[in-house]
């Protein structure tokens, strides 16, 4: 009993599927085995590689397994050969009891891609099994006034095997008075009975002993034996007779205990205590009924004892027996068959076949991603299982085979937006009331390289201050990725290029783990001012993915260059330089002018002019801005004929940065003698300094030259732009300051002729507040300048606008790209 309780499971699912296969004609089993039962272990049932079209190797590989329970219990796969085999015992009458036919579904999946088959596996019966009765040995009491023809029922045989197997027939071993007859029940059963055949006189024979066989079809047959002991009984000759021989009912499987199931009434013919009847359950009643139903032994009143449970027991046969209460004992028997109707009690219930694979986010639609099953304890209508996906999720359910199906893909998937889909699957029964079970099944989602790296910005300008120590930081880029793993590990790059003429990995270099940008050397402003870098930072994805960024990088000037005397030249040199005046000089003579040069830009260079010291500080004066050296007042008699001039030279920058001069003037009566002596003298020079002279005086005419060209070029461009847009006063060595109360454009040359720096004031040239400075200075062959604004209160159009109307002329047009708030790149082109 234990056994059979056990495997009552399979016993309802075997019966289940072979009532599908009945019904269902679009199911078709695609690959069938049919083995014996009883095999033994290791046996092979079939060739699955074959049979599934499947190579060895791919049975080992896709990982081919047994899904299903049954598979798992009573067979296995041999991966090595491809063969189904059995792995336990097979007892066909414990899995399918009394069933024509036992077939055991079996559903197998393969991995990568994953995929799912279906084979049956019928189990074919045995003769392993003799017919049994319920008991060894039956005791009738027969009163001895019983007549000729009376029957006696005796319990029926049970052979567990079915078919040609099944039991056959009934035997009686061989005697005077009774004889062995058979009545047929409602459902087709032969019932043996027992045939009084000769009047019994107990005085003669007071017991009776015969042998009852039972025998099946098998080949060999087999039988079974039951005793039959028969006592005779004095007269108490009417039996308790029930109104019928069998009864019929039917209870649903939810009826309470005390729920009242039918009244048996059996009448006997007799007086007093032989008329009276007792009811009770036949002897040979099985714990099953005794412990789900009780009777009233007066009334015949039997009512439910005990919970129903269709999925258990579908119906119960119930022997009962109505005594007399006469001497000797007479009985009545009846049957009773209670059939226990299905109700919707079982919610369905959702079975992950294959765990859930996680699945790449670039997977096309319809790629499988786990296998599902449903069922249902309950039968017919309430048995039947839908099951339902939100639409919601990207996945969809393909129904396979009867309650089988496979989650797909069903839309794009994104793991930066959903990493991990919790889904929600709902089953729902066709019973009333309906009935609903759910389960969450995780898919996560794995990460495909389809993300570039994202720069914080599009470009970075860094600010640099020339002379830095070498290996010092320059800038930090920083650039994320949403991919996750190595597709989202970021290396950083410099690519290469050009910065002039040298590949700019020899400036910089970059940490490609976290992108500080390092400097190679000390940069000179005066070499270099601005350069760009293309930095790239690029995933470890396969195929790798980049995205690049620019950084402006501005070289900042500091003031590290001091002035250079150009002229005089013996100044330069480091000499004295002698210079001649005639004592005849009023004030305001120009005696000598001193010039000098700075190689910083902007404030940094600045140069002024001041005398330092002086043999007659009255004498003479410095102009601060053109170093022109004059006379303050007319030359005395008593004034030292030979004075001597030291000139400082100071530039704008902090710290400040400065050079002398020495200048020898001698003062003479009749200046056109010491200029033809000196005509005389330089008339026999040496070659060499002829030589020096010649050059001079050619550097000095080239200059000029230039010089002159570029002041009239901007003199026109600024008298054209007047007529326009205002006037704008160029400020060169000579040139006063021009005063517009709008707006004041000032612009100073270097004496090769390209613009130094440009000065914009705002209309009150007094305010400091409204003014700004312009640095510029040339970056290429089209004269690109830096425009660097320290004021918030005038915006750059202003500035353009007046660099624009200084310059009228179609040949030369202004460019400019604002680069931050305080920086913008003008470009003059001609």
Request: with cysteine; net charge negative.
């Amino acid at each position: 009993m234990t056994k059979r309780k056990g495997n009552r499971g399979w016993r309802w699912l075997a019966l289940w599927w072979h009532h599908f296969s009945l019904f269902c004609s679009t199911i078709d089993a695609q690959n069938r085995y049919s083995i014996p039962e009883e095999l033994k272990q290791g046996s092979v049932v079939g060739s699955l590689a074959r049979d599934l079209g499947l190579g060895l190797s791919d049975i080992f590989d896709r990982k081919m397994r047994l899904a299903s329970d049954a598979g798992e219990q009573f067979f296995s796969v041999d991966v090595g050969k491809g063969e189904l085999i059995v792995k336990d015992r097979i007892d066909r009458e414990a899995l399918c009891g009394q069933s024509a036919s036992c077939v055991l579904p079996l559903q197998i999946v393969v991995e990568n891609p994953l995929q799912s088959h279906r084979i049956e596996v019928e189990i074919i019966d045995i003769n392993d099994n003799s017919p049994s009765f319920p008991t060894q040995e039956i005791n009738l009491k027969i009163p001895e006034s019983v007549v000729v023809g009376k029957r006696f029922p005796l319990e029926s045989a049970e052979d567990s095997d079915v078919g040609s197997n099944s039991l056959k027939s009934y035997s009686l071993s061989k005697n005077d008075y009774f004889s062995l007859k058979f009545k047929q029940t409602k459902n087709g059963q032969a019932v043996p009975e027992l045939m009084l055949e000769k009047p019994l006189d107990r005085e003669k024979n007071a017991v009776h002993q015969l042998l009852l066989s039972a025998l099946d079809g098998g080949n060999p047959a087999r039988s079974g034996t039951c005793k039959i002991i028969i006592t005779v009984l004095d007269i108490n000759d009417n039996f308790p007779v029930f109104s019928e021989n069998e009864y019929k009912i039917s209870l649903k499987e939810n009826c309470t205990k005390g729920t009242f199931v039918i009244k048996l009434t059996a009448i006997d013919a007799d007086d007093g205590l032989n008329g009276e009847v007792t009811y009770l359950f036949g002897s040979r009643t099985p714990q099953s009924v005794l412990s789900t139903f009780e009777i009233n032994d007066e009334s015949g009143e039997m009512l439910l004892k005990g919970p129903l449970d269709y999925e258990t027991s579908k119906s119960y046969h119930i022997d009962i027996s109505a005594k007399d209460k006469g001497t000797p004992e007479m009985e009545g028997h009846c049957r009773v068959q209670v059939d226990v109707e299905d109700i919707n009690d079982n919610a369905p219930e959702i079975v992950l076949t294959s765990k859930p694979s996680p699945v790449r986010e670039d997977a096309p639609r319809g790629t499988v991603v786990a296998l599902i099953s449903a069922r249902d304890g309950d039968s017919g209508d309430n048995g039947k299982v839908v099951l339902h996906l939100s639409k919601r999720f990207p996945f969809t359910l393909k129904p396979s085979f009867s309650n089988n199906y496979e989650l797909l893909t069903n839309g794009p998937l994104d793991r930066e937006k959903i990493s991990q889909f919790d889904i929600e699957l709902k089953a729902f029964d066709s019973g009333f009331p309906q009935l609903s079970s759910s389960t969450i099944i995780a898919v996560s989602v794995t990460d495909v390289n389809d993300n570039p790296p994202v720069f914080t910005q599009s470009f970075y300008n860094v600010y640099l201050k020339e002379n830095g120590i070498p290996g010092s930081i320059l800038y930090s880029v920083s650039a994320s990725d949403l991919d996750s793993g190595e597709n989202a590990k970021i290396s950083y790059s410099i690519l290469d290029s050009k910065v002039q003429d040298v590949s700019v990995s020899s400036y910089v270099y970059i940490n490609s783990d976290n992108g500080s940008i390092y400097s190679m050397h000390s940069f000179d402003y005066e070499k270099l001012k601005v350069f760009q870098i293309q930095v790239q930072a690029k995933d470890q994805g396969s195929p790798s993915l980049s995205s690049n960024a620019t950084v402006h990088v501005f070289i900042l000037d500091q003031n590290d260059n001091t002035p250079a005397v150009i002229y005089p030249s013996s100044a330069a040199l480091g000499s004295l330089s002698h210079q001649r005046m005639p004592r005849s000089a009023k004030a305001g003579h120009l005696v000598t002018k001193v010039t000098a040069v700075d190689a910083d830009s902007g404030h940094n260079a600045w140069i002024s002019y001041r005398l330092a010291e002086a043999t007659d500080a009255s004498l003479f004066t410095v102009n601060q801005y053109t170093g022109e050296v004059r006379t303050k007042r007319a030359v005395y008699e008593q004034d030292d004929s030979s004075q001597r001039l030291l000139i400082e030279i100071k530039d704008d920058g902090q710290p400040v940065q400065s050079a002398t001069a020495t200048v020898s003037i001698l003062l003479e009566d009749g200046l056109h003698e010491p200029i033809l002596d000196l005509r005389h003298k330089m008339s026999e020079p040496s070659k060499k300094t002829g030589r020096i002279t010649l050059y001079l005086i050619l550097s000095l005419a080239s200059v000029s030259v230039l010089s002159l060209v570029t002041f009239l070029i901007l003199a026109v461009k600024c008298i054209r732009g007047s007529r326009s847009s205002g006037s704008c006063c160029m400020r060169r060595s000579d040139c006063d300051d021009y005063k517009n109360p709008n707006r004041n454009l000032q612009i100073q040359l270097n004496t090769d002729g390209p613009i130094k720096y440009v000065e914009v004031l705002g209309g009150d040239m007094m305010s400091q507040s409204q003014s700004f400075r312009s640095c510029m200075s040339p970056m290429s062959e089209y004269s690109d300048f830096t425009l660097i604004k320290p004021s918030s209160t005038t915006d750059f159009k202003e500035v353009i606008s007046v660099l624009d109307a200084s310059l009228p002329d179609s040949t030369w047009t202004f460019e400019s790209q604002q680069v931050s708030s305080k920086n913008c790149i003008i470009t003059l082109v001609e």
